[in-house]
């Protein structure tokens, strides 16, 4: 069983701590100057109402806990959507630009009540009581990085085994392209296994979106390769800044890109790498040759020959 008393390190207080989340390590498989135009330059990005409905949706999932049981009903979390939006708008004012009328705000209040009234047919938040939520987790690879990530919840079953909850407002993947999602669980995983020294029975994705459950069950070998996996990403992290070459990789998720207007495979510029940022944020000093390589077409594909995917077998992440 997890301690109840089992300690989580504060937050790092400098940023001179190389570290690597799930986010920021699909970020580097899908395009190395997306990694560094948002861990290495730290570039702002707008909000969208979709982010901001994630963000709002977990933010009344976590406090619904806070409620005892036989309390937390469709009501009280739809009761909860408004404060917890000024919460937000207090935090982060820039939230205040997303809609340009009353109705259209309150139009996307009501989706995030729709939302949250899809989880109480997922699960029944009565019948839970969870060990621990919105908890930073993180650990310490030997001659690596950091990992470390927010985990939705963890659940502890009476008999000790462990379940790593984390929601997601969108729809589930299609059948054999849950790699991505199954990643970031088997990270938290495995950071949970390596700190408080028990392996989570189940990792599970609660859909929102279309009322889907994803579940897996973790294996000792499993983490192992994720070991591997891991260190393969941050090695071809490490390669990429030492030589400088953060090239665009372009695909279908282009469209999606807050910085298409800076990357060159659209015509766009890319700033300059802010003077000692590779070295203060991933631990690397640069060599300064970086590469004259060609930008690839869009719809190369992830991994083909010249990315740094496949310098380093960092492509597509595995299901």
């Known amino acids: 069983m997890v301690p109840t008393d089992t300690e989580v390190p504060a937050p790092a207080e400098r940023r001179s701590v190389p570290g690597l989340s799930p986010s920021r390590a699909n970020d580097f498989l899908q395009c190395p100057l997306l990694f560094r135009l948002r861990v290495v330059d730290r570039l702002a990005e707008p909000a969208s109402p979709a982010a901001a409905r994630g963000t709002l949706v977990h933010a ?54 729709t939302l949250l009234d899809t989880y109480f047919t ?13 908890l930073m987790v993180r ?48 990270f938290y995983a495995y ?17 929102l979106g279309d009322q889907q ?24 992290i490490e390669d990429t800044a030492r030589s400088g070459d953060w090239r665009p990789r372009p695909s279908k998720l282009c469209g999606w890109c807050s910085f298409k207007d800076r990357c060159p495979a659209f015509g766009g510029t890319a700033p300059e790498v802010p003077e000692g ?23 190369t594909p992830v991994g083909a020959v010249g990315s740094p995917a496949a310098a380093t077998g960092s492509g597509p992440l595995p299901a």
């Open 277 to 299: 940022a590779v070295e203060l944020v991933l631990g690397v000093v640069p060599s300064g040759s970086g590469s004259a390589a060609p930008i690839p077409a869009v719809g």
């Open 191 to 207: 950071v949970i296994q390596r700190e408080r020294g028990v392996l989570p029975a189940l990792l599970q994705l609660v859909y």
């Open 213 to 236: 459950i994803v579940r897996h069950a973790p294996s000792e070998a499993e983490m192992v390769t994720f070991e591997q996996r891991v260190r393969s990403i941050w090695a071809g």
């Open 60 to 113: 009344v999932l976590e406090r619904l806990y806070d409620l005892p049981a036989g309390e937390r009903t469709p009501a009280a979390a739809r009761a909860m959507v408004d404060g917890q939006w000024a919460a937000l708008l207090e935090e982060s004012p820039a939230y205040r630009e997303l809609f340009t009328s009353d109705e259209e705000r309150t139009e996307w209040l009501a989706s995030a009540g």
């Open 139 to 186: 650990t310490q690879l030997e001659d690596g990085p950091q990992l470390r990530g927010i985990v939705d919840r963890i659940d502890v079953a009476p008999n000790g085994m462990v379940r790593v909850v984390d929601y997601k407002t969108g729809r589930s993947p299609r059948p054999g392209f849950e790699s991505s999602a199954l990643f970031q669980m088997r």
């Open 122 to 134: 997922l699960e029944d938040p009565n019948r839970l009581e969870p060990r621990e939520r919105e």
